[in-house]
């Protein structure tokens, strides 16, 4: 065959940037922020949450090589990816769930959530929350009683926001400081508002995560809840808002690229977040507000498109033409 007739030309997804960091440099980030949410969890909640955090990240792992060699594809279990997807899993589980559950929520996430659409970046829906949302609505039952109290270390069925749907709570300053530092019944990485926050600082200091969908949910949550007289404090510092703001919202592969795009991802976000919380029979919106999300991402990268290109190239011709255009 000649040359001419060979088809050398490979076409990828836009935008076509190069940078110095990689796939797996941001990987070992997250996972850098993830850590102490997960060991915050053990100390909290014991063995259970040890356990669970230890299977779910396993299962990740052998579960993406072994679909990777039944569809012949490249082992590239050292992108850290896996490692991630089953962190944010198993941070979103309540700490008492049982081993098959775990794995089984695994297997979603992996093969049906990633591996079947592709692979990494070409997911439609954040991973590890395809798992839990399976989960979650086939075993309803044990995903909203497995929960421990740290006080009692007694397996408890209701959290605040459980509690908040049955009635009137009311909350003293105490109540706030024990949401902010997670001493709480709740799933084992989502409690304490201070780790959170603490690794979204990391995460923005080192340009992993843009800042946009995360604010966008964070103020489209509580602007709702505080005007239909919720307590504005507790909307923002319980169930997952911070956690799904922070680690799922901002996900690569499933928000827009754009950053209009990412504004209205984030409003969206938040204000489904509300809507469930306030008028849904879940007490927690945050897991099917972004994954709603997720499935208007392209269209949101059509409505708000741009031209690409490298900034320096652009202000460069910006420059020639100012001057009276190019020689």
Same mark, same amino acid.
């Given at each position: 065959?000649?040359?001419?007739?060979?088809?050398?030309?490979?076409?990828?997804?836009?935008?076509?940037?190069?940078?110095?960091?990689?796939?797996?440099?941001?990987?070992?980030?997250?996972?850098?922020?993830?850590?102490?949410?997960?060991?915050?969890?053990?100390?909290?909640?014991?063995?259970?949450?040890?356990?669970?955090?230890?299977?779910?990240?396993?299962?990740?792992?052998?579960?993406?090589?072994?679909?990777?060699?039944?569809?012949?594809?490249?082992?590239?279990?050292?992108?850290?990816?896996?490692?991630?997807? =089953?962190?944010?899993?198993?941070? $979103?589980?309540? &700490? #008492? /769930?049982?081993?098959?559950?775990? %794995?089984?929520? +695994?297997?979603? *996430?992996?093969?049906?959530?990633?591996?079947?659409?592709?692979?990494?970046?070409?997911?439609?829906?954040?991973?590890?929350?395809? =798992?839990?949302?399976?989960?979650? $609505?086939?075993? &309803? #039952? /044990?995903?909203?009683?497995?929960? %421990?109290?740290? +006080?009692?270390? *007694?397996?408890?069925?209701?959290?605040?926001?459980?509690?908040?749907?049955?009635?009137?709570?009311?909350?003293?300053?105490?109540?706030?400081?024990?949401?902010?530092?997670?001493?709480?019944?709740?799933?084992?990485?989502?409690?304490?508002?201070?780790?959170?926050?603490? *690794?979204?600082?990391?995460?923005?200091?080192?340009?992993?995560?843009?800042?946009?969908?995360?604010?966008?949910?964070?103020?489209?949550?509580?602007?709702?809840?505080?005007?239909?007289?919720?307590?504005?404090?507790?909307?923002?510092?319980?169930?997952?808002?911070?956690?799904?703001?922070?680690?799922?919202?901002?996900?690569?592969?499933?928000?827009?690229?754009?950053?209009?795009?990412?504004?209205?991802?984030?409003?969206?976000?938040?204000?489904?977040?509300?809507?469930?919380?306030?008028?849904?029979?879940?007490?927690?919106?945050?897991?099917?507000?972004?994954?709603?999300?997720?499935?208007?991402?392209?269209?949101?990268?059509?409505?708000?498109?741009?031209?690409?290109?490298?900034?320096?190239?652009?202000?460069?011709?910006?420059?020639?033409?100012?001057?009276?255009?190019?020689?």
């Amino acid at each position: 065959m000649a040359p001419s007739d060979k088809n050398e030309i490979y076409i990828s997804p836009n935008p076509h940037f190069s940078s110095a960091i990689n796939t797996t440099r941001i990987m070992l980030a997250v996972v850098i922020a993830l850590l102490p949410l997960a060991v915050y969890g053990v100390i909290l909640f014991g063995i259970p949450a040890l356990i669970t955090v230890a299977v779910s990240v396993v299962s990740c792992v052998v579960f993406e090589i072994l679909i990777q060699l039944a569809f012949k594809r490249p082992i590239r279990i050292k992108d850290g990816s896996a490692i991630v997807t =089953g962190l944010l899993l198993a941070l $979103t589980l309540p &700490p #008492a /769930v049982p081993v098959w559950m775990i %794995i089984l929520g +695994a297997f979603f *996430a992996i093969v049906v959530a990633k591996e079947f659409f592709g692979g990494i970046g070409s997911n439609v829906f954040n991973p590890a929350l395809v =798992g839990r949302a399976f989960l979650f $609505t086939s075993f &309803p #039952a /044990v995903m909203g009683s497995h929960w %421990i109290d740290p +006080a009692t270390d *007694a397996v408890s069925s209701a959290t605040i926001l459980s509690e908040l749907k049955e009635g009137f709570v009311f909350f003293e300053p105490a109540d706030y400081l024990q949401y902010f530092t997670g001493k709480s019944a709740g799933c084992i990485g989502e409690t304490s508002g201070a780790l959170i926050l603490l *690794a979204a600082v990391f995460l923005l200091v080192t340009n992993i995560i843009d800042w946009r969908a995360p604010l966008a949910m964070i103020v489209f949550t509580a602007v709702p809840s505080f005007l239909a007289g919720n307590d504005i404090i507790v909307s923002v510092l319980t169930g997952g808002l911070l956690f799904g703001a922070v680690f799922m919202a901002t996900d690569y592969s499933t928000v827009p690229v754009t950053p209009y795009g990412r504004y209205i991802f984030g409003a969206g976000c938040g204000l489904i977040t509300f809507l469930i919380r306030q008028f849904g029979g879940y007490p927690e919106g945050v897991m099917f507000s972004i994954l709603i999300m997720n499935a208007l991402t392209p269209f949101l990268n059509k409505l708000t498109e741009r031209k690409y290109g490298h900034p320096k190239l652009f202000a460069g011709k910006k420059n020639k033409a100012a001057k009276g255009g190019t020689k």
